[in-house]
């Protein structure tokens, strides 16, 4: 990108980013937030882990990444770099997978929670793109009990509205891992980074009762569980643009006066 186009996406208003990161200045965030009863920041979290042969390891980074930005064009939302790397365990059997603990990842959420709310942003919203980050549930589940404003998107309800619109043909149950969905979005958002192969790599295995105690090896030999064959740029769009949408009812609980306590005397801790 030249100094010109950083020139122009500093000044594209919310949701501007410099490849994923964002590129608003304080004064940005200020005059934001000046605009709104209740500043909502959101934070992508993604994993680094195998996608099979023809999408990248940072795939679910890139997928959060695509969805807080699009939520981050349409609504007052203070947009933060994500969190790269996060609960991919249970991919350990491929190369170039990295993982960090739950109990790690926890706390990183649970330190920028704390960190936003010493700044007067009172809410987060953890833009998940990864199913294995288990913890981010129970991180919200406690924050929510000590009336501190905290949410996590997209929900499986959320996906499936935004699969429904797409025309996205595979389940979420089948559409596990570098299929139908993850190979649109990216085709939609980052169509340099997907390779070729994924025409002809669908593979299906919906009973997968052991995947915690087995691994993804015990179920795939590729990585990948779906049907990326039938991945598309047009689905990809669309994909994201629901899910922008159903982001809607979320801000508005966020912001409401009745959600959670921002006077809480937890303040400093999360």
Request: glycine residues 10%; hydrophobic residues 40%; proline residues 5%.
């Amino acid at each position: 990108m030249s100094g010109s186009e950083i020139g122009t996406a500093a000044t594209a208003g919310a949701g501007a980013t410099y490849g994923l990161l964002p590129v608003d200045t304080t004064e940005d965030v200020r005059s934001r937030g000046a605009g709104v009863t209740t500043q909502v920041a959101v934070l992508p979290v993604g994993s680094f882990e195998q996608h099979g042969p023809y999408l990248p390891l940072a795939t679910d980074t890139l997928v959060a990444c695509a969805i807080a930005r699009e939520i981050a064009g349409a609504y007052p939302v203070h947009l933060l770099p994500p969190v790269t790397i996060a609960c991919s365990h249970e991919h350990a059997a491929w190369p170039g997978t990295v993982s960090i603990s739950s109990v790690t990842l926890h706390a990183v959420v649970r330190d920028i929670a704390a960190s936003l709310r010493r700044s007067g942003v009172e809410a987060l919203v953890l833009v998940n793109g990864h199913g294995g980050n288990y913890v981010l549930g129970n991180a919200v589940q406690e924050s929510s009990a000590r009336g501190e404003r905290m949410a996590l998107f997209p929900a499986p309800e959320d996906w499936e509205a935004a699969r429904e619109r797409s025309g996205v043909v595979t389940s979420l149950l089948t559409d596990m891992h570098a299929g139908e969905i993850e190979t649109s979005i990216l085709l939609h958002a980052h169509p340099e980074l997907v390779r070729p192969g994924f025409e002809s790599a669908d593979f299906t295995a919906d009973d997968r009762r052991h995947l915690l105690t087995l691994g993804m090896s015990a179920y795939t030999d590729s990585g990948v569980i779906g049907r990326p064959s039938l991945g598309s740029a047009e689905k990809g769009k669309e994909l994201l643009a629901s899910l922008a949408d159903s982001f809607g009812a979320y801000f508005s609980l966020l912001t409401s006066e009745a959600s959670g306590n921002t006077g809480s005397e937890e303040t400093g801790s999360l």
